[in-house]
């Protein structure tokens, strides 16, 4: 992201830069959480791989091949399945698999095709919960090191509310020195200055509660938090491979064909996970800052979006518009405004009734 500087004030350009930081950490987490779709793809493409090359022929009807995918498995396969789910932490999503599994061994006999659907079953869960991994960490970082800047930004408010500032005031950083000055802009005198080294004391910076971060990472916005918009997406994927793995479709398609259709059944999984894991970055960055400003009194905010050939109507519309604390609704006048936002709300020090 490019950023002319001369166009933002000090506090816009920071909070940009932040939002940048944010989403290149979402780049490293989803490289981590694509390997994990890739290996569960691979894995499963071997798995229709042995099966065309064992069993089929060229030019089987759908009546064989219905016939060999509903042949018998000796249930110590099953141990091989458990194996396979062995790796799945998440309590929610672990027992799903496991009472998935209890269910088949509670069966007399076990087909082909309900072992390959199992299979594709573990695999997209043993993807989704690298991905929910990544998820915790990357917001739970992202929260931590927002709540910090936050904390530097109300010392600005609390030091800039003291004086009748002029509208469209823009607090300058001093370099150098590493300061706040705030100027009156008619008259470019300082009005005061603020350090940002030594802006707070330490005993008034208070650390983000790990009861507040759990607590954020279980809030819903649009009715959903975003855990239950991953294992919505995972089972999803889940569905869509076990309606492929279907006697009808495996006599239907050449080994190509059903390698393919799994690629793109798993890149439409990884298209999911970067939508999601960057709109769910940018709403975490939202509401930290809301919380804080709300606590600390903050009348208002300013949305500034990033301008660039990405930019949606919605926060081209809304860049540079200016909110009252207590009307925010995230998804409205809070970023994030629809999937993939970048758009970010940054406190208003623009008149004395801030």
Same mark, same amino acid.
């Given at each position: 992201?490019?950023?002319? $500087?001369?166009?933002?004030?000090?506090w816009q350009l920071r909070d940009l830069q932040d939002e940048q930081k944010n989403q290149d950490e979402a780049t490293k987490r989803l490289k981590v959480i694509n390997?994990?779709?890739? $290996?569960?793809?691979?894995?499963?493409?071997?798995?229709?791989?042995?099966?065309?090359?064992?069993?089929f022929y060229a030019d089987i009807t759908a009546n064989e091949v219905a016939k060999i995918m509903s042949s018998h498995i000796s249930p110590s396969e099953l141990v091989t399945l458990q194996a396979? #789910?062995?790796?799945?932490? +998440?309590?929610?999503?672990?027992?799903?698999?496991?009472?998935?599994?209890?269910?088949?061994?509670?069966?007399?006999?076990?087909?082909?095709?309900e072992e390959l659907q199992v299979k594709a079953y573990i695999a997209a869960k043993n993807a989704g919960d690298v991905e929910l991994d990544q998820n915790i960490k990357l917001h739970t970082d992202v929260m931590k090191?927002?709540?910090?800047?936050?904390?530097?930004? %109300?010392?600005?408010?609390?030091?800039?509310?003291?004086?009748?500032?002029?509208?469209?005031?823009?607090?300058?950083?001093?370099?150098?020195?590493?300061?706040?000055?705030?100027?009156?802009?008619?008259?470019?005198?300082?009005?005061?200055?603020?350090?940002?080294?030594q802006d707070v004391p330490k005993s008034k910076i208070t650390e983000l509660p790990n009861r507040y971060v759990e607590a954020a990472l279980n809030s819903r916005w649009? %009715?959903?938090?975003?855990?239950?918009?991953?294992?919505?997406?995972?089972?999803?994927?889940?569905?869509?491979?076990?309606?492929?793995?279907? #006697?009808?479709?495996l006599s239907g398609m050449s080994e190509r064909e059903m390698i393919k259709q799994i690629e793109v059944e798993f890149n439409t999984s990884r298209f999911n996970a970067s939508r999601l894991i960057r709109t769910e970055v940018n709403y975490f960055y939202s509401k930290i800052k809301l919380d804080?400003? $709300?606590?600390? %009194?903050?009348?208002?905010?300013?949305?500034?979006?990033?301008? +660039?050939?990405?930019?949606? $109507?919605?926060?081209? #519309?809304?860049?540079?518009?200016?909110?009252?604390?207590? +009307?925010?609704?995230? %998804?409205?006048?809070?970023?994030?405004?629809?999937?993939?936002?970048?758009?970010?709300p940054v406190i208003y020090l623009g008149n004395n009734k801030s």
């Open positions: 992201m490019k950023v002319d $500087k001369n166009n933002f004030n000090y390997a994990a779709y890739q $290996k569960a793809q691979a894995y499963l493409s071997d798995e229709v791989q042995k099966i065309y090359r064992r069993y396979l #789910a062995s790796n799945i932490v +998440d309590k929610e999503s672990k027992k799903a698999v496991d009472d998935y599994l209890n269910q088949l061994a509670a069966k007399i006999r076990i087909t082909r095709l090191r927002t709540w910090a800047e936050v904390e530097k930004q %109300g010392a600005i408010y609390d030091k800039a509310k003291d004086y009748k500032l002029p509208n469209k005031t823009k607090p300058a950083l001093e370099s150098k020195e590493n300061k706040i000055v705030i100027k009156n802009p008619k008259t470019d005198k300082k009005i005061a200055t603020v350090s940002m080294e649009e %009715g959903k938090n975003f855990s239950s918009r991953i294992w919505d997406n995972t089972d999803k994927l889940a569905e869509r491979l076990q309606e492929l793995f279907t #006697a009808k479709e804080s400003w $709300k606590k600390r %009194g903050v009348k208002q905010y300013q949305l500034i979006a990033v301008l +660039d050939s990405r930019t949606s $109507k919605i926060c081209r #519309a809304i860049n540079n518009k200016i909110f009252n604390v207590s +009307d925010a609704v995230i %998804g409205k006048n809070v970023p994030p405004l629809h999937p993939f936002c970048r758009t970010v």
